[in-house]
């Protein structure tokens, strides 16, 4: 089975930086679209970001010229760059594929979705 593990959560004050990172483990042969969610206390998941193999990125407004998103093909990983980091932007933050497909005891397996186990982060005011 395919899965997503996330690094790089914590505590950051205002202003300040953080970078996300998600690798996907497993016999890979191909991951879709790959992107970040994040889910405040109370609030409903929404989409931040996400970029397709081609490196074709999309944001959410809320974070548009803050957070950057990449992806390493070669290394099935995602991440996220954040910047000018407010109290807001505090919550679990989620990696999130679209359509994988893997190798796993020689058979050819395939999931519309995978998501992360979800980072905190926290920004401090």
């Known amino acids: 089975q395919v899965q997503l593990v996330e690094s790089g959560g914590g505590l950051v004050q205002a202003g300040e930086s953080l970078s996300l990172s998600c690798a996907a483990s497993g016999s890979i042969v191909t991951i879709n679209s790959m992107g970040w969610y994040r889910q405040a206390p109370g609030k409903q998941r929404e989409l931040l970001a996400a970029?397709?193999?081609?490196?074709?990125?999309k944001y959410a407004d809320s974070v548009k010229g803050r957070f950057t998103i990449s992806r390493d093909n070669a290394k099935n990983s995602v991440s996220l760059q954040m910047s000018s980091l407010k109290p807001e932007d505090t919550a679990n933050y989620y990696c999130?594929?679209?359509?994988?497909?893997?190798?796993?005891?020689?058979?050819?397996?395939?999931?519309?979705?995978?998501w992360g186990q979800g980072t905190l982060v926290t920004v401090s005011s």
């Open positions: 999130n594929t679209g359509t994988v497909a893997w190798y796993e005891g020689g058979l050819y397996r395939r999931l519309l979705e995978i």
């Open positions: 970029i397709d193999r081609t490196g074709s990125a």
